[in-house]
Nanobody, 115 residues
Framework: QVRLVESGGGLVQAGGSLRLSCAAS????????MSWYRQAPGKQRELVAR???????NYADSVKGRFTISRTRAKDAVYLQMNSLKPEDTAVYYC?????????WGQGTQVTVSS
């Protein structure tokens, strides 16, 4: 089991930036993918970005060129740098890991972008 704790959310004006952090503990040695998801009110949870053990990354089309995912080599933290934020980026952001097919989730952190 991997325990995940997010931080860094908050209120920001459109065009601003935020950096989300997610601290991972527990069985992190088996993590092969670390991801960020988000869920806006009334909408389904969606994948924002993910990074694999190889370092390969992919992003939702809506955030490409604005968001950057990164992680520590030890896989004990994953980050999401969010630039040029838009009101439609408002959501609860969740950290997720996959370790040998077992998904773990954080409690989420609220990001609110005002226009």
């Amino acid at each position: 089991q991997v325990r995940l704790v997010e931080s860094g959310g908050g209120l920001v004006q459109a065009g601003g930036s935020l950096r989300l952090s997610c601290a991972a503990s527990g069985n992190i040695g088996n993590i092969n993918r670390m991801s960020w998801y988000r869920q806006a009110p009334g909408k389904q949870r969606e994948l924002v970005a993910r990074i694999f053990t190889s370092g390969f990354t992919n992003y939702a089309d809506s955030v490409k060129g604005r968001f950057t995912i990164s992680r520590t080599r030890a896989k004990d933290a994953v980050y999401l740098q969010m630039n040029s934020l838009k009101p439609e980026d408002t959501a609860v952001y969740y950290c997720n890991t996959d370790a040998l097919g077992v998904d773990s989730w954080g409690q989420g952190t609220q990001v609110t972008v005002s226009s």
